[in-house]
Each structure stands twice: as C-alpha cells, then as structure tokens.
C-alpha cells in the first residue's frame, strides 16, 4: 500500500516523480503564527541540491521552492502548506534498456512486482529526489522547533572513519563531504574522486546530533521518540541501519559501562555519559538525542552486473547516467530533516497530552 | 503522546502494568475465519515467560492467555480479539527505594519528566512485562501469514558471537539462549552465568529472518517495508540498533560488493546474494527478510551508580530483585512476534491496494 | 475492515461481544494526573445499565466495571487505561432460529455477507451492549472536559414530540425515559407500554447539549467538530440521521433567518441565536454546541417478518427475546459519551497545535 | 487541530485557499493501472465551477486540473497522485471590511478564535473553493469503485420539496438545479433568482444515491459505512445534517413500518423496501445506499447583520462580493464525489481484510 504521509498530528504528505514536471510536499498541523517565506527553505534545499561539486551527481536543478498554500502576509496559518519543486532538468535520456532490464539494489523489480509495472526514468517514485521534498517540510519543522538545533555529518565514507577525537562542528560546511574532521575529508576527495572515475559507488556512516530536546519528549509504547526515529530514518532511501547513542556498541557492553550516571545539575539532572543517545523509555532526557544511519552504497554502477529483464531471461546491466559516487553525503541534509521533522511531531504530540 | 497501538489495518493495541492485575491486547482487523484457540498463542509466551532457567529472572509468571473476544465457535469473528494474561506474581518487595530515586538508564526519569510521576513499581509501563501482550498478538498475526516461517536468534552475548559458518537452526530451541551454535551456546552458560552471580549484565545481538515472503509487500514511501520494521523493532525494551540485511557493513561496501545480483529462476528470479536482506526500496524481493537487533545491557545491576532523587538531590542506587542478566535472550520471542506483526500488516496493506 | 478504535489522540479501543464472557475499551492517550476510580465510571454506566424499569430490555446485567491499567494511586497515569465488564446475563437461551434465519434490519444478513459467518449470540459484536464500553470510556473523557457540561435527553418518541417552551433539565432523570417534558413523559408511559406488550419497537429522536466549549476547538476540514460528531453518533447502534444545530430546518430557511447575529460581551461575543449549534466552518464559537439524533425503531419485533435464511430460502422470522421497545431511550447515555469523547479529542488536538 | 486528510487507506490530503496561487490534492493508495488522465476528472470540475449561469456566483474559473504525479503512460502507477488547479479570477476586490468585522456564520470568528489570525480574503481556507479539489479526488475515486453508479441531486431548496413520484434522474443535468423534478426545476427559477436579486440566500436538501454497492462494504464499528458517509458529508461547507436511509422519518416510525423485508433472489436477497438506506449494521447490503443532507442557505448576505469587529467593538456587516444564492446546488458534486471517495476507501478496507 502506498503510504506517503509520515507524522501522527504534525504529519507531512510528499508526492512527485523523478522524471514528472514537479515534486512536492503538504504539511499539515503546522501551529498558526509562525514568519515563513521561502527564503526560510531554500537554503536547506541548496545545501542537498545536486550538481554542486564533482563529488555528486551532475543533474542540475534548481530546486526553487514555491510556497501554495498555508501562509498568509509571511506567517503560517495553521492550514496545510503546500510546497511545489519544479522539475527542469529531466535529461530526455533513452531509457529502453532500464525499462526492460531490472537493475539489481533498485526498486525496478520489486516495484514491478507490486504493481505490475512502473515510471522506470529515472527510478520515478523511487528516486531519491523524492527527498527534496522532505527536506522543505524539514525546513518548516525546524520553525516549529527554534529550541532544538540539528547537527548532521557524515562519519565514514566506505569504511574510512572521521577520528572523533577530531570532531569540529564548525568544520562540516568547509568540505564537499559534511565531514567534521578536516583530515578525513581531505583524504575523502581522492576516496570518492576514485570511486566516481572508476564508475563504482561507496556506502557512508551518517551521524546526527539534536541539541536542545527538552526531557519528556516521546511515548510509550509505538510511538516511542527511538521507534519514531527508527522508522523516519529507515524510509530515507540507501539507509539499511539505524542506532540511537550508542546502538550495536552498547550490545558487546555491560551494564555497568552502559549506564549514564545522573548527578544534580541547576537545569534538570547532570548525565556523566550519553549512551543511550539521549532516550530511556522511549523518551527524551534532555541530553543530545544522538543517531548514526548506514547508507548502503548506490546500485548504480558501470560494473555490468547480471540480472533479468521483464520477461525473466538473463541478461547484463550497466547503470548509466548522472550518479552519486556516494548517496550518503547528500543523505545528511535529509536526515537533518527528518530529525527535525520527527521532534516537531513528538513536540505537539507531548503538548497534547501533558498540556 | 502515549501512543499503545501499532500497525496501519492489522492493528494491536496492548495495555497493563508490571505490577497491576492483568495486561493484555485488543488485535482489530484480523480476518474472519482462521482458527484460534489458546492453545495457538499459549507455546510462544511459554517461549518467553520468566523463571525458566537460571539464566533469566526468577519472577514466576504463568502467563495463561485467555481469549475474550473475537473467536466463535474456533474461529476469528473479524471483530477485535481480547487477550488478557493476568500477573500473578508481582512480589510484594518495597519499592520505597525505587520510588524516590531514579535508576539511570531506566525510564524512570523519563516518565516523571513526561508525566509528573510515575507507577514505580517493577517498571509499571515501562517494564518488559508489556512484551508478553505482544507475543501474544504475534501469535494471532502469524496465522495471517501463514506462508512465513520466522525464526529469531542470538547472535552475540556480551560481544562474543556465534560462527555463522556453525548456524544450525535446529539448535537454537536446544539450549537457554536461542542460539543457533552449539559452541557459542556451551560458552555462553558461564559467560551469562558469571555475569548474573555478579550482579552485572549483558548486551546481546538478536537476529531474526522471514522466509516465504512473496515479492511485493511493503510500500512507498513512509510504510516501507524496512522501516515499519525499524520502528517494530526499536519499540521493543532494550532495543538501541537496527540492521537490515548487511546493515552498518554495507556502509563499508562498494556498489560491487553490495550487488544483490540476479537470474531466471523458476519461481521468480534467483538473487546470487541478499546484502539487502530481502527489501528493494522498501517493498519485499521474495528473498528471505532479515533484520539485527541490538540490545542493550540492562541497567537494573548490584553495582552502585550515581543518580539523583527526586527533589534532585545526589543519591546512588542499587537495583535489586529479580532480573535478567542479558534481556536480548527473552528478548528474542518478542523480535519474532514484531517481524508477524508487521508482515501481516504489510500483507493486508498490499492486499488492499493491489487485490 | 473491523476498525474498533475511535479518535485522533484521545484515543479508545473497544471490544467484546454480548453474549461473550466480558466486554472492554482501552482509553489511551489520556493526560496524566486525573483523579480516577471505578466510583467516576460506575454512576454513569448504572445510567445505561438494562432491567431498570419495564421500558426497557429485561436483561439483568450489574454492569460492573473494573480498571485493569493505567491507574495509579488514583490518578491517571498517561498510560492506556483498560477497563472491563463483565457480562454475567447471557441467558442460555435457544439461538437455532436466529443462527439460522437473518433478522431483517439486523447486521445479521451483513455480517455474513462481509466475514463468511458470525458470532449470532445477542447480536454478538453488533449488539447495543458494545455501548457499554463507550459510555466507560466517556466518563474517563469527561473528566479531560470538566469546564464542559453535556446534557443528554429524548425531544420525541415514535414521533410524539416534547414541547420544546416545556423544556426542564432538572426534569430529565426524574422519568425513565430521559424527557425534559414532564408531560411528554406522561404521555410517553402508556406510549412504550404499549408497544412492549404488542412486541413492536418505537422510534426516537434524542438531543444533546454541550455547554461550557470554548471558542476554538475543531479543525478544518476533515476533522471538524461537526464532522467528528456525526461520525461518533452515526456510529451508534440505530441511529440514522444527525443534526448540528437547526440541521434540516436550516435546510428551509433564508441567510437572513438562519443568521446568528454577534453583540459585544465582556466574555467573548453574545450571539442573539444559535442556529449553528455552536459551531463554524468546523470549529466551536463557545456558544453550547447542539445536536439531535434519530435512532430508529429496533428490529427486534413479535411481528413475523419476511426473510431468507443462510441458504437463501424463503422464511419468516419473530425476534423473541429481552428487547427495548425504543432503543433511544437507553442510546440517551451513549450519546452523552461520544459526545464527551470528541470533546476531549478536540480539547487535546487544539493544544497540540495552538499550545 | 488542522486536519487536511481523508480517508483510511484510499487517503485524499487538500490543500489552498480561495485567494492563493493554486489549490490542489494528493490522493494516495489509489490502485495501479487504471487508466487516468485530465480528461477523466475535468467534466465533474466543469460540473462543479462556478459562474455557469445565474443561480451561482459569478466568480469565473477555469478550474483546469493538472495530474502533477502517480500517473505513468496514462495508467496509474500506485503512487501518490498530485491534482493541481490554478486560481485564476481572485479578483483584487476591497478586503479591509471583511478583514475587520466578522460575518456571522462564516468561519471568521472561529478561526480567528482557534488560530489568532486568518486569511480573510474570501474565506481563506474555509472557503468552498476547497470542495474543487474534493471533486477532482472523486473522479479518480469513481474509477476504485466502476461497479457503482451514483447519482446526487437536490430535494428541496427554500423548502420548496420536489414531488418524489416525479423523479426521474434523467432530467437532473437538464436544468441549473441537479434537479430531478421538472416541474420544481421551474418553480425554483424564480425562488432562487428573487433570493439573488434580494442578496438573500437559501438552503437546500441533497440526496445522493449509490446504486451497484454489493453487500459487504464498511465495518463495526467505527469505521462504518453509515459513520464514515457522515463524516464525510458533515465536512462538507454549510452541511448541517445528514440523514441515511429514512434518517430521521425512522424515528417516528415502528418496527413494523421500518422493516426491509427480505426474499430469496436469483443474486443475493431482494428487499421489500430500503428504509435503511442500503446499510445494516455498519455494513452494506446491496441495495442503494442513499443519504440526505441539509445545507443551511450561506450567510453571505446583503442585509446588514449585527457583529463584532476583532477589538469586539459592536459592527454591521454587509456580505457584498460573488456568492452563490444556494449553495447547495453546485454542492451536489461535491456530495457525490465524497460519496465515491468513502466507497472507494471501503472497498480497499473490506478487500484488506476479507480477501
């Protein structure tokens, strides 16, 4: 079943194909009163935009966001924003080959398969272009959340790590690669150029950080602040994992060097740590809610790899066109917005219940 | 929000408390006409009921499920199905200690924050006992899925793993840790056993695999398949990471390495490997679904850890009683009856757009 | 598709059947804090409860209700309150005819056209006894609500109609029949009577009243007040049509007659009529909110009516048994509930949005 | 609680404002590979805008829709299908009155009530505009549901009722009215043109009917057929009442005079009447579903109503500008499309769970 609108009362509704003349977004249950114009989105959209340096893809769109609906004399409404991305550059490129043969890690089997056949330019409803439009409504969550502020970078582009200890926030926005260490995104740019070149493709680790989250965000028991996290960032396309703090590590540890000891603080408890990321219970302790993400690497590569047209005979695949090397790094301003897009949600949902 | 219902047209909602006279679950939009009897649901929450061996807490629970609506003459009405299981052994200890000073890594804190105060007793909400409601609905929603075989396993205790070379899965009913290595099992008794004497704990790592998933199940884009799962299973007590298929190792994969490559088969098309475990854009491949959890350690530990009370003053805490030394072993029924749920969901859903 | 759960955040579940060993609903979402025990639910459930008087069904049934969760130490906890009935007068009566021949106007013929088969004792999951449950779980609702005062009563039976200039609140309990006429209720006496004794039924038109709803709650525009009222009562057993304010009379009526002209007030605007029913374009104007129910005549008569049975042959049918001779009576009470649970939804869904 | 979305898995999502740039719709689930294109939806549009003749306002718009997304080579692909329309005539009339003083019975007040401020400009988000888009949705609704015929008209305008042994659905396009009497086509020539040039207004009654509904659609309990049209009517601008079946002509009714005996027939039972409206229990039955809804005559009028002006300084209010005299003829399409779309999602609900 189809399913494209995410959020329980703050709840935003995303339509539009790779290849279609527009892409766009509704977001409903947005509070009244808030100042939104599109020089609110557009930076966030610019910052995710394809084309900006030889490390992603060369499509070039301009991804300008028009504002429909929802805001009036420069403040939301409280009536449903809808924001439309015009498509322009849908390169009239021949996609008889993809449209018979399945290319193997896309969507074009299963996609096939549910519906019995599908836009295959461009990946259609599957493309990652679909993010663009997460991305704006992200934009308009941020608004609804001024208390938190959203840190998103890339950990470790094909297996090659930042060193935490040299972690500098400040430093994300001064390489192609949001990576806060300086030494590993210099290493990155012969990393990913290789990879480009070599018509290949690397996975990446994604971290993201909120600061600002107030204790007692969150629900027991579905709509849990981790679970919600969980099931926003697995529908991000590429990503195959998901941890809240310290995720698979805190498997191989024992209790005692898991515990985040409390001490009394003048603003809410002291934490001597933050393994759990920021959540117990499924509720926010007003740490940093912290969250790493696995992006696979793209399917899209020169490699011929085998595989089967519609008809189920053998044959060979070779993806052709404009790709990223690396889909995690474009990734990042996407998970930034659905963190902020998640905590806009459970922001309402704690203040319709506990007031 | 509190928020106790899950799924999108299969749906369950539990309630109960750890200390409180019952617990159970409603299951709405099961459909008419499947055979249902307490003795379809009583093996698997005997599978993860307490007190069985040494390596799990000693409350003693029977956990006797009872059906009190839904089913007619043996048969599901397609009117919500009651169950109740009602607690039997909630200790009377003094919870005076746990009342007034928060265990870190608990949701105590939370729950005080989010609501102004709390059911302390054994947990209340919070506690691990709220599972036993969802295996039982598991047990209802594996009989809508009846072409599936779900098996769960422990894969890694403490951060000692099993060989994959070694997976039996005809062993892992064999010993107390649902493990499917026979030399990781014989391992684990003391590993388990030592933590427990020393009033410490473990994490663990929890596989879980779906076979006999057709093709086509899931959906664009914010009900994918994958991530219906991560929410599923981040949801679950303990629960801190979540992997499909290769996980956080395809983050270190190229496009090569990670090509799920394919060709004719009789029955659909043969994948040459399953990095993606089973899910291509967020809809079902027919390749066996896989997922990893991981679990954290309990907090609940013999050794003194720093907290505050609840005036915030300094305090330090000590979680006695009855305790499981690694939560990921009772842990894996309920991975199980998550992955039932949300296939059954997810095959209603399919239904319901594609007939 | 069984849906058994209403509202968008105060949320309730519920389920049993009538002639099954208990009946339930699960409140969730509720605030935390609510002072809360069986005595706040009881009152109004002995209001609904059968065998009161010779007007309504002669089922004995003590109705007792009993809290299973998300209470503790008599206040609400936020987490999902189950309660409970117990059905204790399901009379072994002889079901054959019944399970054999569908009841015109019944969900008899419906049910089994839907699920295959059904649970034919009492009506089973469409028996008037589900409505228990909801007028538990309206008293829950009532205390989210306390600044609003909800007056249910019947304006007319088998379409002899109280005089509306002889309305008396304080009358309504001092009747069995929920008649703010005391005339009305006179005449209404030998009315029921005799339509109980020549085993036929009677229609009823019953209104409700809501004072004390501030300007503000309700939502455009698919979950405005209005139209979550009209799906709350339309969801009740025989209730066929539902009116806001004027409603039909509106219908017959000019701009100029049906306006609801505004004068200063110190509180707020005075209207000078309330033809609206308290409510525009969706949302309340704090003014009371209105509305009139038609439930028809039950089904369930002495008077031998044309069917068929399971097998499509020809046959006739006499609904023997314990019957309300005007189900409107007893549906006073239910209507109440729902009426209290959109409020508490509104109440909550307006803060998460406008704080 | 701003709430644009419709539906449980057939979801339809609105967006825009009388005087904005565009309003459209996203309808999501919709089945794949139905063939679909502008020329599907424009003539309900064409049937539905305003400024065809006298009797409706002159407003004039294009209202041409555009499909933005979900539709592939003419067929729909299953995902989500964005309908855009274009305001065109938003004539740059003189708004500071209106923007000052609240018009009675519009939704002035309470929006500004509930959100502090609002876009005045022709209603903003409460304008009937919105039901365009509504319109647009059902016709992709009609082709979830082709087995079913549905035909809305009006009954009554200013009271004045057509003669039901005169109805005859041929004659409903043949005047401006949706009228299916031509006699009381005639008469209301000059009731509505007098209410137009008096800047009066009237109400209307509404009938709809669905023939071709086979038995089995809807649900207990909340999500019944019955429950569900209400919602859906009740959302409707100036809808004030809904009536299924007899509605409330069954309140005055017995049991005897209210039954829809049932024969053995060659295709399911036939019915010796349809009081019921075609639904029993929530469920439909075969027959018609029909219902009735009273829309109150717009409070957009030219003689002048006391109001309060948004310091709450006593005004006068004068509601000049293009208005439909009786806006329930054109909400008659809208009354059907909400019909489709409540069948379209009934059909996928009951197939999800009933196979």
Redesign the interface.
């Known amino acids: ?6 959020g ?2 703050f ?1 935003f ?5 790779s290849h ?5 977004v ?1 977001v ?6 808030l100042a939104l114009s599109e020089a609110d989105i557009q930076p966030f959209l610019d910052a995710r935009k394809p084309g900006q340096n030889r490390y992603t893809t060369q499509r070039r769109e301009a991804d300008e966001v ?1 504002i ?3 805001v ?1 004399e420069g ?1 939301t ?6 924001l439309m991305i015009e498509n322009t550059d849908q390169r009239s490129k021949d996609y008889s080959e993809v449209a018979k043969a ?1 290319r ?4 074009d ?3 096939d ?7 295959y330019r461009g990946g ?3 493309s990652a272009r ?1 993010t663009a439009a997460r991305v704006a409504a992200g934009a308009v969550a941020r608004l609804v959340v001024p208390e938190v502020s959203i840190t998103g970078y890339v950990e ?1 582009i ?2 090659d790590a930042i060193d935490p200890a040299a972690f500098d926030a400040g430093a994300i926005r001064d390489n192609p690669f949001w990576c806060p260490d300086p030494a590993a995104a210099a290493r990155w740019e012969s990393l990913v150029d290789d ?1 480009r070149k070599a018509g ?6 994604v971290g993201c950080r909120a600061e600002g989250v107030p ?10 602040l ?10 991000i396309n590429a990503v ?9 590590a ?16 003048s603003e ?2 002291q ?2 740590a933050n ?3 920021g ?8 740490q940093p809610v912290t969250c790493r993400l ?8 020169l ?1 011929p ?4 047209d519609r008809e ?3 044959a060979e695949i070779v993806t052709r066109g404009r790709h990223d090397p690396c889909v ?1 790094i474009r990734g990042t301003p996407v998970v930034e917005a659905m963190m902020a897009l998640v905590l806009a949600d459970q922001k ?8």
């Open positions: 079943m189809s399913w494209n609108t995410f329980r009362v709840r509704t995303t339509w539009g194909e279609g003349p527009a892409l766009g509704v409903d249950g947005c509070p009244p009163g028009r429909l609906s929802g009036f403040r409404t409280g009536t449903p924003i809808s399945y193997p890690g896309h969507a089997y299963t996609y398969a549910k519906y019995g056949f599908r836009d259609g409803r599957s679909e470790a094909g297996g990879a290949s493709s690397l996975g990446a680790v204790a007692g965000w969150g629900a027991p028991l579905y709509a849990k981790d679970a919600e996290l969980a099931a926003a960032m697995m529908s195959k994992g998901v941890e809240i703090g310290d995720g698979f805190a498997a191989a540890n024992t209790g005692e060097g898991n515990a985040d000891a409390m001490r009394p603080g809410g408890p934490f001597a393994h759990a990321g959540i117990a219970g499924g509720i926010s302790t007003g696995a992006f696979k690497p793209t399917s899209s590569i490699t790899v085998e595989t089967i189920g005979n053998a995690g309402l949902l704690h203040r319709a219940q506990c007031g």
